[in-house]
């Protein structure tokens, strides 16, 4: 994940450019009906930057959903229900 602090510290993103690339409470494709794992993030993100929530509650990586190889989606291991909700938070790749 990128470094991201106040200070100038080189490389770090900040206030417009976090903004520009930070995506947040993003519903990604993909049927919620108890059976579906599969889900697509609009777009690619950077290794490391994804959280995954389901009903709110943060998703821990490899235990509960796994990350496709594209860096644009992830699999469940248990699959939400109807009614769930999923989101997802990552930043996007360049």
Do not use: C, W
């Amino acid at each position: 994940m990128p470094h991201m602090d106040g200070g100038d510290g080189g490389g770090a993103i900040t206030g417009a450019a976090l903004a520009a690339v930070l995506v947040q409470n993003e519903v990604p494709t993909g049927a919620i009906d108890g059976a579906n794992t599969t889900y697509t993030t609009a777009a690619p993100f950077i290794a490391g930057s994804l959280q995954v929530y389901l009903n709110g509650d943060l998703l821990r990586v490899t235990d509960d959903y796994t990350v496709a190889g594209g860096l644009d989606g992830f699999t469940t291991v248990i699959a939400p229900r109807a009614g769930d909700k999923v989101t997802a938070v990552y930043i996007k790749a360049a």
